[in-house]
């Protein structure tokens, strides 16, 4: 069935280094892929997003790139900050039937100034 | 506040008891999908309504589960006979189905205690 794994489910920088967080996906179909940022009893926030014609997107200090061909998208935030801790959640979608998201299980990022 | 909204935000409620969560949408939005979340995990698919009609349901959906959005616009989860399993928040998210978008918006859930 559809299936994302995320990697790794923590990770903690010291402020102003790079965060790399890493999923792969099952379902060759997936067309869609966002990324949302979680605080704690909050929603979901959409940060950045990517679809299966561009191979990377930048906004600011995040990126996201995608290797369709081997089934996997990286989240990279440089230049991190306290206020970047959060749970991070990738997901994948077939954009176009439907667009349920099937989301990893979550990075918990935490940041030391 | 033109996102999604849920409600009630938190319910607590005896074993065996029902309820029901709302849910509406940004205006626009004629899709609207419902999420589960326990501590610690990602979003869980539930449910997903294209207008009034239920396009979609998970198979973790229990017979307990029902959703309805009987005029397209708003939604409702219904969870009968509640178990301490269902101890979750229940999210509510939206999107439109036309354009080049699809972008999907989450409500800020509805947090289920089951005592």
């Known amino acids: 069935g559809e299936n994302v794994e995320q990697h790794p489910s923590t990770l903690s920088v010291q402020e102003g280094d790079s965060a790399v967080i890493k999923c792969t996906y099952s379902?060759?179909?997936?067309?869609?892929f966002p990324w949302y940022k979680q605080e704690l009893g909050k929603r979901p926030q959409l940060i950045i997003d990517i679809r299966s014609n561009v191979g990377e997107k930048k906004d600011q200090r995040i990126a996201v790139t995608l290797n369709k061909t081997a089934k996997h998208f990286s989240l990279h935030i440089t230049e991190t900050q306290p206020e970047d801790s959060a749970v991070y959640f990738c997901a994948a979608s077939r954009g176009n039937q439907g667009g349920k998201l099937i989301f990893g299980q979550g990075t918990e990022l935490s940041v030391k100034p | 506040d033109t996102g999604v909204s849920q409600d009630p935000r938190h319910k607590i409620t005896k074993r065996g008891q029902n309820v029901t969560f709302r849910c509406d949408p940004i205006?626009?939005?004629?899709?609207l999908y419902w999420y589960r979340q326990t501590l610690g995990q990602g979003p869980e698919f539930l449910t997903y309504f294209q207008n009034e009609a239920q396009l979609e349901k998970s198979r973790l959906l229990s017979d307990r589960f029902s959703a309805e959005r009987p005029k397209g616009s708003f939604s409702t989860l219904e969870i009968q006979r509640t178990e301490q399993g269902d101890s979750a928040m229940y999210l509510c998210?939206?999107?439109?189905?036309?354009?080049?978008?699809?972008?999907?918006?989450f409500g800020e859930g509805s947090w289920l205690t089951v005592v």
């Open positions: 998210a939206s999107t439109s189905s036309r354009g080049a978008g699809n972008t999907i918006y």
């Open positions: 205006s626009e939005h004629n899709r």
């Open positions: 379902d060759s179909a997936s067309n869609y």
